[in-house]
């Protein structure tokens, strides 16, 4: 059974850092890309970063880029996001989710990622 588990959320003040994780069983992480994405209510789920299987290609949402950097451990089967410089409007439920491909290739679409995990609430206070 794929299970993909986010953690690191939190409240934080605007400026303030946090490091989300997501540990993964029940497939061969090292074999697929993965990605985060974000969702406030009312909204559509929108893409935050991507990371290929082993690291070498990332891509980055306009909004995040400079301030967030994706990274992965094959080893520990663990997807990062370290979230820096945080603001108000990276207020969100973060997810992670598992491509159904080993490479990013530029996919930004959530019906483009096969797997997701449960979320984790991040709120950023002003």
């Known amino acids: 059974q794929v299970q993909l588990v986010e953690s690191g959320g939190g409240l934080v003040q605007a400026g303030g850092s946090l490091r989300l994780s997501c540990a993964a069983s029940?497939?061969?992480?090292?074999?697929?890309?993965m990605g985060w994405f974000r969702q406030t209510p009312g909204k559509e789920r929108e893409f935050v970063a991507a990371?290929?299987?082993?690291?070498?290609?990332?891509g980055y949402a306009d909004s995040v880029k400079g301030r967030f950097t994706i990274s992965r451990d094959n080893a520990k089967n663990t997807l990062y996001l370290q979230m820096n410089s945080l603001k108000p409007e990276d207020t969100a439920v973060y997810y992670c989710?598992?491509?159904?491909?080993?490479?990013?290739?530029?996919?930004?679409?959530?019906?483009?990622?096969?797997?997701w995990g449960q979320g984790t609430q991040v709120t950023v206070s002003s």
């Open positions: 029940g497939l061969t992480f090292s074999s697929y890309a």
């Open positions: 990371i290929s299987w082993a690291g070498g290609s990332t």
């Open positions: 989710a598992a491509r159904t491909s080993m490479y990013y290739s530029g996919a930004k679409s959530p019906g483009e990622y096969g797997r």
